[in-house]
C-alpha cells in the first residue's frame, strides 16, 4: 500500500504538504469542522471578518477554535463589491489575522457571484502595492489571468463554476489553457467543486491545489466526505505526476494479439 | 454629543471621547477586533488620537468563518 506523496508546493515563499485549501464556513457545528478540517488534511484555512455584537461574543469563540487548528490562515474579501471595499476589508484582516495572505473578492454580479475581472484587477494591484500576497479568485478567463499575474499575483485561483453550485470545472478548456498558458506560478481551482472527482479533474489537468468549502460543510458526513478530498487531492496530484496516456479515436487492444488462438491461414 | 452608526446602530456619544474610549465603551476589546471609519481603515495604532464626527458610520468586524 503506497503512502501520501510527499511533494511540496510553495506559496508565497511558505511550502506547503496539502494541496487542498478549505473553507471554515457552513458546517452543521463548530465540533463538525474542526473534525473536518483536521481529516482534509488541508493547511491552510479560509476566514473572513463580519460584524458582530459584544453579546455574540466579538467573534471570540471562533477566534480561539481556529487557533486551536495550528492552520495558515487565509482571510477572504468575500461580498465586497468595490476595489474601495475589498481594499479597507484586507487591511482590516491584515492586522486583526496578523497576516499579509489575502483572498480577494470583489463580486461582479450577485446571481452567480461572478468575479468583477476589472476591478479585481484593480483591488489587486493597490493590495500588492500595500504589500499584501494576493491570492484573486477570478474566472476563467486566461487575459484576466495574465493581467493579476502582471500586476503582481504569485497565485491565481479562477473558478471552477459559480461559488456553492457543486458543478464542478464547467470549462476544462479554459482551465488547461490558463495552465498552458502561464506555467510558472501556482494554480489553484477555487469555488464550484462539488466532488471529489472534480478535485481529481483539476489536479490532472496539472493544477497545484484546490479550494473548496461548501462540498465539504454541506456533506451527508462533512468529516468523511473531507477525507474523500483528502485522498481524491493525492489521487489527482499522483496521476499528473505519473502522466496519463493520450486519448486516442480507435481501439488498440490491450491483450497481446501474437499467439491468438483459433487463427489460422487458409 | 454626537450621533454615530456603529454596525448600523446609532448611537450617541461624546465628540471629545477617543475612539479607543468608545470602543470600550460600546463594549469591544480593541484587540480582538477591526475598525473602519466611513469606509476607511483605522489602524489600532491610530485608536487614542482618532475622534468621531457627527454622522461618522463605524464598522466594528471581528473573525468568522469564511469560504
Known amino acids: ?266 | 454629543m454626537i450621533t454615530v452608526s456603529v454596525n448600523n446602530e446609532s448611537k450617541d456619544c461624546s465628540s471629545s471621547q477617543s475612539l479607543s474610549e468608545l470602543l470600550s465603551q460600546w463594549g469591544f476589546e480593541s484587540g480582538k477586533v477591526a475598525v473602519a471609519v466611513n469606509e476607511d481603515f483605522v489602524p489600532r495604532s491610530k485608536y487614542d488620537s482618532c475622534r468621531l464626527k457627527n454622522g461618522d458610520k463605524v464598522d466594528v468586524l471581528a473573525p468568522v468563518q469564511g469560504g
Open chain 1, 1 to 266: 500500500m503506497s503512502s501520501p506523496i510527499k511533494d511540496t508546493w510553495i506559496l508565497y515563499g511558505e511550502t506547503f504538504h496539502s494541496r487542498l485549501l478549505i473553507g471554515s464556513a457552513l458546517y452543521p457545528s463548530p465540533a463538525v469542522m474542526s473534525d473536518a478540517i483536521h481529516e482534509s488534511g488541508a493547511d491552510i484555512v479560509t476566514v473572513s471578518l463580519r460584524r458582530q455584537s459584544p453579546e455574540q461574543g466579538g467573534g471570540d469563540n471562533f477566534w480561539r477554535q481556529l487557533k486551536k487548528l495550528n492552520k495558515t490562515m487565509l482571510p477572504n474579501t468575500a461580498g465586497c463589491h468595490s476595489v474601495k471595499e475589498a481594499v479597507t476589508l484586507a487591511q482590516m484582516s491584515r492586522e486583526l489575522f496578523e497576516t499579509d495572505w489575502l483572498k480577494l473578492e470583489v463580486v461582479g454580479d450577485d446571481y452567480n457571484l461572478q468575479p468583477d475581472p476589472i476591478a479585481t484587477i484593480d483591488a489587486a494591484a493597490q493590495l500588492v502595492k500595500l504589500g499584501f500576497k494576493v491570492f484573486p479568485y477570478c474566472t476563467d478567463d486566461l487575459v484576466v489571468c495574465q493581467r493579476l499575474r502582471d500586476v503582481g499575483c504569485q497565485v491565481l485561483m479562477p473558478w471552477g463554476s459559480p461559488i456553492g453550485t457543486g458543478r464542478g470545472l464547467m470549462n476544462p478548456y479554459n482551465l488547461q489553457t490558463i495552465r498552458e498558458r502561464i506555467p510558472d506560478i501556482p494554480l489553484i481551482v477555487d469555488a464550484g467543486i462539488g466532488k471529489p472527482s472534480h478535485a481529481v479533474q483539476a489536479l490532472e489537468l496539472g493544477y497545484d491545489g484546490i479550494l473548496l468549502n461548501t462540498a465539504i460543510a454541506q456533506a451527508g458526513n462533512p468529516v468523511m466526505m473531507a477525507s474523500a478530498f483528502r485522498h481524491a487531492v493525492d489521487a489527482g496530484r499522483r496521476a499528473a505526476l505519473a502522466g496519463a496516456v493520450a486519448e486516442r479515436q480507435t481501439a488498440s487492444p490491450s491483450t497481446p494479439t501474437l499467439g491468438m488462438p483459433f487463427w489460422h491461414q487458409s
